[in-house]
């Protein structure tokens, strides 16, 4: 599919769920028995990226990954169940919700825990930026989750927009050092 007839398609939310089981394994864990942060994000980003793929078709970059809540640990031996979905998409980019649930083997108990944000980026072959189609959000959920994905955008923007005039002014200080 071209650029063009991609920006021209509507997708559901339903059409980008993807979802991921893994069992915690002796690698994946701390000296506690507990799975590694690090590995979770992972996993995380795995997920993400499934359903940025189904909306967009094309190649993906993970731009940022924020706000990610780590409620409870999960234990070597648990089986992780991880589900995404496209919250909204924009121009190139589309924010993704993921949340992540462990369950017990032996007791069969399921508890939620941890839930992230992330932004993926389509991209082509060359890493040039891609326009991605519409998302429809249909749910009273979706709809909700469509409108908290703008707020949450334009504090990207606010804080991409902060932190590229403090890189400007530290630049600017680390040149003027350089001349004396
Ligand atoms: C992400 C990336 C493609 C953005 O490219 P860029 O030229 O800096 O982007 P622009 O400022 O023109 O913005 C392009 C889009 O990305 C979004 N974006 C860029 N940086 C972002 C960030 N930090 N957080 C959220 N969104 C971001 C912009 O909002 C914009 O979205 P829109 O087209 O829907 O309006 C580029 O920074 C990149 O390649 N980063 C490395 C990605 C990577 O290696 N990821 C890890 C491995 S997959």
Not at 38 to 43: A, C, I, K, S, V
Not at 156 to 162: L, S, V
Not at 165 to 177: C, F, G, K, V
Request: zero cysteines.
């Amino acid at each position: 599919m071209n650029e063009q007839d991609r920006s021209r398609v509507i997708r559901t939310v339903a059409s980008t769920q993807s979802e991921m089981t893994e069992i915690i394994l002796p690698n994946d864990t701390n000296t506690l028995g507990n799975l590694l942060g690090g590995r979770l994000m992972h996993f995380i980003d795995l997920t993400g990226a499934m359903a940025a793929y189904r909306h967009s078709r094309t190649h993906v970059v993970t731009a940022a990954m924020d706000h990610i809540d780590f409620i409870r640990p999960v234990r070597l031996g648990d089986l992780l169940t991880l589900k995404s979905s496209v919250n909204r998409a924009f121009t190139s980019s589309m924010e993704i919700g993921v949340k992540v649930w462990a369950e017990n083997t032996r007791t069969g108990g399921v508890v939620h825990v941890a839930s992230a944000y992330l932004v993926f980026v389509a991209v082509d072959e060359h890493g040039r930026r891609q326009n991605v189609p519409e998302l429809l959000p249909e749910t009273p959920d979706e709809i909700r989750r469509h409108a908290d994905a703008l707020r949450r955008r334009e504090h990207r923007e606010r804080e991409r927009a902060r932190q590229s005039r403090e890189r400007q002014a530290t630049a600017a200080q680390d040149s003027s050092e350089l001349k004396h």
